[in-house]
């Protein structure tokens, strides 16, 4: 097995963690990226959210944000405003290329994809090496940039998972009982995106198979407060495709999440019932509009991911792994709090101003990221 060292080691290739390499590199430290999967980005690319809930990021296009935002505007020549969840969506293989690109093009960042982190070798309270598939990595830093905060788990960190009541942290928004619901949903459910096209009129596409666990009668009501133009310009990619992210009785997967922080078996157990809920939604969807709408192809690899199903034209048509929004946290030294950063009542944040200098639209110059 190899034996690697370095200054800095980045476990986990989403937008932060490839963000944070990317930044310790420009800095001068010798860094390495560890990915899980062979696409960079996360939950914007192998995750598939293609079409992020972001109108309200619009003025927010400063350093590498800014920068990722410009370039999927370059390299995308239909342009990004496509849907309506967000004001810009791009193909997930895009988005990944350019993170690739990024990492490849810094002298002192090594991106090693494809590695699972398993065993963790501490000094004191300190975690000093992370053993991998295929290596050993000594590093005098090391970030968890994991979806799910694996280190964390491997390194017996303690750290919380799902609701926190007001009286812990006085918290405005916090509930002050739990309701049913976050008795038995401990933090928001996942979702399996994927990746839908139409195929135009009069055209047939290939039929979606019956997934071992098909519910089309949680999907009844899918869309039944929207026209169907909208639910599916809800997150519309350009070239007729549509990224399906549905909350609505869509997609979205919520049985025993517990499982996503026990074994390795356990989570996978969760992934695969996961990957058939949406395959039966993708069914779902092209019982009741008809076979002009299908699964797009190629859209992912195939390669080197969770194998639920052997037709690698849906396989393509679906993201690597779930979409997370939410994960273990650290019992750090300090917890930040929400009147820590937001401007509310008895807060310590200054209130924003009332005319924001930038709205929407693409700003003419950035300084660089």
């Not at 309200?56 to 505007?73: D, K, M, P, V, Y």
């Not at 949406?278 to 069914?283: C, G, H, Q, V």
């Not at 030294?333 to 950063?341: A, F, G, H, P, V």
Request: include cysteine.
């Amino acid at each position: 097995m190899n034996q690697l060292q370095t200054d800095v080691l980045v476990v986990g290739g989403g937008t932060g963690g490839t963000a944070a390499a990317i930044q310790a590199a420009r800095r001068g430290a010798k860094t390495i990226l560890v990915s899980q999967w062979s696409m960079l980005g996360g939950m914007l690319t192998s995750g598939g959210v293609s079409a992020p809930d972001g109108n309200e990021l619009a003025a927010f296009q400063t350093g590498i944000w800014g920068a990722f935002l410009r370039e999927l505007n370059h390299r995308q020549p239909q342009g990004l405003d496509n849907a309506w969840v967000s004001f810009f969506t791009y193909h997930p293989q895009i988005g990944a290329n350019i993170f690739a690109d990024w990492v490849k093009a810094e002298p002192n960042l090594l991106w090693i994809p494809e590695q699972q982190p398993l065993e963790v070798i501490k000094q004191g309270n300190k975690i000093t090496e992370v053993r991998f598939n295929s290596c050993t990595i000594h590093a005098k830093i090391i970030l968890d940039a994991t979806e799910l905060g694996d280190l964390l788990e491997l390194a017996e960190i303690p750290y919380r998972w799902g609701w926190e009541l007001k009286d812990q942290w006085q918290e405005p928004s916090a509930p002050i009982v739990l309701s049913t619901l976050m008795k038995t949903t401990p933090v928001q459910a996942p979702t399996w995106v994927f990746i839908m096209q139409d195929f135009g009129e009069n055209q047939i596409a290939p039929e979606i198979d019956i997934p071992p666990i098909d519910t089309p009668e949680l999907f009844t009501n899918a869309w039944k407060n929207y026209d169907i133009e909208s639910f599916l310009n809800y997150g519309r990619l350009p070239d007729n495709k549509f990224m399906i992210n549905w909350p609505i009785q869509g997609n979205d997967y919520d049985q025993n999440l517990d499982r996503l922080i026990g074994s390795s078996s356990e989570r996978l157990q969760f992934w695969q019932e996961s990957f058939y809920h949406s395959l039966s939604f993708a069914r779902f969807i092209q019982t009741k509009l008809g076979r002009r709408y299908g699964l797009a192809t190629g859209i992912f690899p195939i390669e080197n991911r969770p194998n639920f199903n052997t037709n690698p034209d849906i396989l393509s048509a679906f993201a690597l792994h779930p979409y997370y929004r939410e994960s273990r946290r650290i019992q750090g030294l300090t917890t930040i709090r929400e009147q820590d950063i937001l401007p509310i009542q008895n807060g310590y944040t200054a209130s924003l101003p009332s005319s924001p200098p930038f709205q929407g639209g693409w700003l003419p110059s950035s300084p660089p990221f």
